[in-house]
């Protein structure tokens, strides 16, 4: 087989025509073959030694959590408790940096850049991920530039009517629409906000006409509808709680894709003939591309672990927002999921983003 066997190299026939310098030659390849199979063999446990050490030592400094909005706000608070309470389990310190600005682009864009070692992470909403890419030219690509840790919480779209407005749950709504063409209008945060775009989602799967009218945030748009000016709204629960205890706003709906805890009675857009249409307000941890696996399952074992410890689940209902533990990969699914489904709606209803 001149030599060869299998890809292998074999000890040569020892005949009188080898000479000793030959034999020496094979001899010294041999062990070179043998020295490389070796190498070869350890890098697998190398490399989880590597990766072992790497878990063991990270956090070794704290962590910069990088919140796109402004201090104050809802994202901001459910941020400082959960990281708050993942630092305590890490035993490291996680500073919240809040850096408001283009709908939270700027944001995203200086965790995009920066070094992928998980000492950066971004935490999110809707915005700057799934909706202004459809519309504004980007510093980063929210579908490569990122890694998900996990989803955080989660808050329950929903429809809400002044109770003058004669109507009590979706289907009786979306029969008023068609009655009346053009006549009802609907209030949401602003142009661009998944509040606008699930109505538009709505408007587009019952083949209704209801006017948009957009506010600078849910409270303005709230205050429209308990007076009456505007007869319906889209938003979630911590932005009519007050309005809840005297009777001054009624939910008829559901956008979400399970019915609210807190409104067990109250049915969803699929249960009234509308499937496709649901959607959360969330928020969510994301770190730089290429983030080393080990720290990423820490960020997330810890994540998880604070989500689902009864003390902050009850700080984060209070909050109005549900605490939605789970996977790195079930958050990049539901991300890209969401951007199809907003790009869709943004192209099909015409919307230009502020």
Known sequence: ?????????????????????ARWWWSIQKQGDNMLRRFVSLIPLLFGLSQAA???TY???????????????????VSRLVGGEMARLMNTTIVVENMPGANGR??????????????????????????????????????KDFDPVGMAVVNHMLVVANPGVPVRNMQELVAAARQSPGKLSYASSGVGGTSHLVGELLKSDAKVQIEHIPFRGDAPAMVEVVAGRVPIGITVLASI?????????????????????????V???????FPN?????????LAPAGIPKPQLQQLNTALNKVLESAETKEKLIAMGA????GTSEELRQYIHNEYTTWGRVIKDSAIKLE
Request: hydrophobic share 40%; aromatic share 8%; proline share 12%.
């Open 59 to 77: 956090p070794s400094k704290p962590i910069t959590l990088i919140v796109p909005y402004a201090a104050g706000g809802g994202a901001d608070r």
């Open 1 to 21: 087989m001149n030599g060869f066997a299998h890809g292998l190299r074999t000890q040569p026939p020892r005949t009188p025509c080898a000479s000793a310098p």
């Open 106 to 143: 700027i944001g995203a864009a200086r965790v995009a850049k920066s070094a992928p070692d998980g000492y950066t992470l971004l935490f999110t909403s809707a915005g700057p991920i799934t909706i202004s890419p459809h519309a504004a030219a980007l510093a980063y690509d929210p579908l």
């Open 267 to 273: 049915g969803t857009a699929a249960e009234a003939g």
């Open 241 to 265: 709680e007050a309005y809840l205890q005297d009777d001054r706003i009624r939910v008829i709906g559901s956008i979400s894709e399970t019915r609210s805890p807190r409104f067990p009675n």
């Open 322 to 325: 549900v605490p939605k533990p």
């Open 54 to 56: 790497l878990a063991q």
């Open 277 to 285: 249409v649901h959607t959360y307000g969330w928020m969510g941890f």
